[in-house]
């Protein structure tokens, strides 16, 4: 699929990958403004046209008009934040130079964006070399295949303590690419870092029989190179299954430095997802989903397993659950998974909340948030 008909169709997929990068965007921004007095930064690395077509011949905006919008809301800080777009495909960036302008024009209190016409890689090499520190920046990239995006662009971005990165990742094009010839094997020697690395991925793919056990292989082999290889250790990636067969499309990968931005990632993510046990998963399913209630609920009922299996040598302070695991860099789980699993629990009479002292603290005498009992940091929860 070229450039262009990657803009031809916005999906389901489509929103929730704007879904997570616009909930993110504030609370990033919000946070990163209190040591950043001047200027902030977003970069969305490969901007496209603008917009995505619709079946019913309307269009929907694309990732720059939802940043900018999102920006454009948050007061002072709008005025802060310098925007960048860049997009290689000069058809592609007329239309995207039109959109981004109109919405600027009506929208003065945002700064005027920049643009590039020209490749991510070689943007991000040429301003990463100029450099010394990049202002707190987010880094959006989203290529529509597997080639453009450079290891040591990713790489050099997370030298800067308060960049982050927010990648698109073509699994079923890398694991494509993985089978055929050695020699044809030039964009993942980029993508992944040199070609070292590919030829053990490809050992790595080669021995392992099933599909599931081949995707877990890639991605995990690219998560622990972003882990060992740059200075974004936490890591958190969000998988989209395929539209019309049950098997991953691609991955969403988060890269940061602090264990709050991986805390809040973790909980934007968590909110977008579905799978057939409901809302909350780390991944969004399409084709599998049958909208059929399940009997079983293997993934509620592991995070409930892991509740109890932490509570079974004593009580422990619902800021462990909501705040010190969440931040753990090996913690592929949310504040909101936890508080989930608590209050299921809770009801299931297999848990009981206390307040200090060791008072019990029933659902019915706490205060009640969107109909749901609350869970102070201060309280404790131990097994019945």
Known sequence: MGDEGHFGDYRAQTLAKHTILTKYLKPFYTIVNKSSSRNLVYIDGFAGRGSYNNPDGSTSDGSPLHALMTIAEMGDIAEKVS????????????????????????????????????????????????????????????????????????????????????????IDGVRRVLGLDPTQRSVLARLLGGTERVTELAREVKSLRSAADRELAIINHYESLLRTHTNGKYVVSFRIEAENRRSVSHYLIHACQHPMGFSIMKDVMWTVGETDEGQGSLRLDQASITGVIPLFTPEKNAIDDEVTSHLQHGAKS??????????????RLCRAAYREAILRLEERGKVVVQADGGTPKPAHERQKRKGKPTLGEAFFVRLK
Do not use: W, Y
């Open 83 to 170: 925007t960048v777009f860049i997009e290689k495909d000069p058809a592609l960036f007329e239309q995207l130079k039109e959109r981004v302008l109109a919405f600027h024009a009506k929208n003065p209190n945002i700064r005027r964006p920049q643009f590039a016409n020209a490749g991510f890689s070689d943007v991000m090499a040429k301003v990463l070399a100029r450099t010394d520190q990049l202002a707190p920046a987010f880094v959006f990239i989203d290529p529509c295949g597997v080639d453009g995006v450079d290891f040591s662009v990713v790489e050099g971005i997370l030298q800067h303590p308060k960049a982050e990165v927010f990648l698109f990742f073509n």
């Open 318 to 331: 619902v800021r462990f659950f909501l705040k010190e695991l969440p931040m753990d860099p090996t913690n």
